[in-house]
């Protein structure tokens, strides 16, 4: 599913399933992406993000207002909408001629699904 994602690309993802059970949560949630795209610093997204004021510890307040359960799992799955951002990044990288996926698809992605949980955070933060 991500051979076409970059290194930093797939750390994202990786940050993403860190964040999740450190929230224990059982599933990879696009409010879990969004925070590992904050905490991969080298990307392009992380730049961009912090440029409009989205901070880490700001997202993770938004974030730790919901409830999680204590299940532990090997391996998180993605919801509908975190699969949907996947796909829309490589569909972003492909119509720019891009030979891989990388942050800033994945927040294209992110801003493409419209109605998820990491949308209604940034949209908390008033960007621009």
Same mark, same amino acid.
């Given at each position: 599913m991500f051979e076409r994602f970059s290194e930093q690309a797939r750390q994202v993802i990786m940050l993403a399933e860190e964040e999740a059970r450190s929230f224990d949560r059982h599933y990879v949630g696009t409010e879990h992406i969004l925070l590992g795209l904050l905490r991969e610093t080298e990307g392009?997204? #992380?730049?961009? @993000? &912090?440029? !409009?004021?989205?901070t880490i510890d700001g997202v993770r307040a938004r974030v730790e207002s919901g409830e999680g359960d204590s299940q532990v799992w090997r391996? @998180?799955? !993605?919801? #509908?909408? #975190?699969?949907?951002?996947?796909? @829309?990044?490589?569909? &972003?990288?492909l119509s720019l001629l891009e030979d891989c996926v990388d942050t800033e698809h994945i927040l294209l992605g992110i801003l493409r699904v419209g109605d998820g949980a990491a949308v209604q955070? !940034? @949209?908390?933060? &008033?960007?621009?």
């Open positions: 392009v997204a #992380s730049r961009s @993000l &912090e440029r !409009l004021g989205v391996k @998180l799955p !993605l919801t #509908s909408d #975190s699969r949907a951002v996947v796909e @829309l990044a490589e569909r &972003e990288a955070i !940034l @949209l908390d933060f &008033e960007p621009d």
